[in-house]
């Protein structure tokens, strides 16, 4: 029988999605696709002061956004529910009493406070402040005295001493002493389990092949490799993806700009670029760098992600999301950017939707976010306000030949793009013999028609605004020009 792989996305419900936490989901989920596996959500909710169920919601909705969708998780249920680690409890405690019995871990009474006084002291004699086993030699009565007094107890692991040596997916072989960690918490006083034993509890009973998470979770590997054969499971095989840092080599973080997926979502970035992006983060596509989530489901494997860390790169991240938007409809993209529209005024309740689709062509090549689409579009829908300075500019007896010329010629009828080209083209031909150059005649038209001096071609204006608005921009601006000094 094959075993088809079965890989988890376990975020912490403290905060919205980071741009991290969202590669590892990715890099899960396209290893779960490619191979034909499952793609299973946990929420790891055991800090509970921290978790929030509004966390929670806001990652799936932006895993949703992204296109990653779970075959098991805490709304969808599965075979190996619950998918909330709050709601396993019962479980972690029935295994660290199981560890407890075959002597692999031992209840510590230490308080918070003692322990923080004992690092200090081992922080200033120069030893390493890991936990110093004092309730370790407890005898069996004095642990049943603390017990019968009602002295809250925590569970520790009793670290094995050796060496645990482990191949890595990306890594290769990694290789750690034992003896550098020390022995850490399953269950706390009050019941509620580490991170360390909740994760390798549920890797385990759900039945997680291939545990793909950050390097930063290396060493926390060991701790569960040791667990897992304390507690008699078969191992999961390891992938460690490579750090994310920002440009200045250090690790990615909010001095470095946006670092959630929410914040990107907002600011009109495509989830088609996030994700392209996210994929480049780390792993190195066989042919193109603009793909989509299948053609990456298709291309993924492991092998092909590097061992060394990815620099977060914001411009390349802008280059993606513009060759993204290249490749939507136009259709597409005002629905995408309707919410920009509204909020910037330029949609109301009714508005003239050929207009805006023909708008959308126009400026489709300029775009970076779909928040520029509001920015971009305005001249098409609302006429612009000159200043003195570009009234004076227009005050000379050429561009007032131009723009007089253009008011008497400009064709009745609505015009194609091709025949707006064409109009404009003969119309520049007029002016040839008078020494005037291209700029001499399309600047002040430009200006008349937008107020801008740069901008989209000047036959989507004339096409797009038609024979009466671009009169009667022509117009009013041709009138004030007249009023100036
Ligand atoms: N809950 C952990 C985190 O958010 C992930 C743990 C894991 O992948 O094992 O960092």
Redesign the pocket.
């Known amino acids: 029988m094959i075993m088809r792989p079965r890989v ?5 419900p403290t905060g919205h999605l980071h741009i991290g ?1 969202a590669r ?1 989901a990715l890099f899960n989920y396209l290893f779960a696709r490619h191979e034909g596996g499952k793609f299973i959500l946990r929420m ?1 909710d055991t800090d509970l002061p921290r978790s929030r169920r509004q966390f929670e919601e806001s990652i799936c909705e932006d895993l949703r956004w992204l296109g990653l969708n779970w075959d098991e998780g805490p709304d969808l249920g599965g075979l190996f529910g619950p998918y909330r680690q709050s709601e396993r409890e019962k479980l972690y405690q029935e295994e660290t009493k199981r560890l407890l019995r075959e002597g692999k871990a031992y209840y510590c009474f230490c308080t918070q406070e003692e322990l923080e006084r004992r690092r200090k002291e081992a922080f200033l004699a120069g030893k390493a402040p890991r936990y110093d086993r004092r309730c370790l030699n407890l005898s069996q009565e004095e642990k049943k005295k603390l017990l019968k007094e009602g002295k809250k107890a925590a569970v520790r692991f009793r670290i094995p001493a050796g060496k645990i040596k482990f191949k890595d997916l990306i890594k290769g072989w990694v290789e750690f002493n034992s003896e550098i960690f020390g022995d850490f918490i399953v269950l706390r006083s009050d019941g509620r389990p580490s ?1 360390h034993l909740a ?1 390798v509890v549920d ?1 385990a009973k759900m039945a997680i092949t291939h ?1 793909i ?2 390097e ?2 290396l060493t ?1 590997t060991v701790c ?1 490799i040791l667990l897992f054969q304390a507690l008699g499971y078969p191992l999961p095989l390891f992938a460690h993806l490579p750090m994310i840092l920002g440009e200045d080599g250090s690790k990615l973080s909010k001095r470095h700009g946006a670092t959630s997926i929410n914040e990107y979502r907002k600011q009109g970035y495509l989830p088609e670029a996030i994700v392209n992006y996210l994929a480049l983060l780390g792993w190195s596509p066989k042919k193109k760098e603009v793909v989509n989530l299948n053609n990456l489901i298709e291309d993924f494997s492991l092998e092909r992600v590097s061992k060394s860390p990815s620099i977060f790169n914001l411009s390349k991240l802008k280059w993606l999301n513009r060759e993204h938007l290249k490749l939507k409809e136009n259709k597409e993209i005002l629905k995408l950017a309707f919410p920009y529209l509204i909020a910037e005024g330029i949609i109301k309740d009714k508005f003239n939707k050929k207009k805006m689709l023909q708008a959308i062509e126009a400026v489709k090549l300029n775009l970076e976010l779909l928040s520029d689409v509001p920015s971009y579009v305005k001249i098409f829908f609302k006429e612009a306000s000159l200043s003195k300075e570009v009234l004076g500019f227009l005050k000379n007896p050429n561009s007032i030949k131009v723009l007089e010329e253009l008011k008497e010629t400009l064709p009745a009828k609505e015009i194609s793009f091709t025949e707006a080209k064409d109009f404009l083209r003969k119309f520049k031909e007029k002016f040839k013999n008078k020494g005037l150059t291209t700029r001499d005649v399309f600047l002040p038209i430009r200006i008349a028609l937008t107020g801008e001096s740069s901008g989209v071609e000047l036959f989507y204006l004339i096409s797009i605004l038609g024979h009466d608005e671009s009169l009667k921009r022509v117009e009013r601006v041709l009138s004030q020009v007249r009023e100036i000094k």
């Open positions: 988890r996305f376990a975020p912490s936490t590892t790891e991170y994760v890797d545990v998470r950050g930063d979770h926390n569960h």
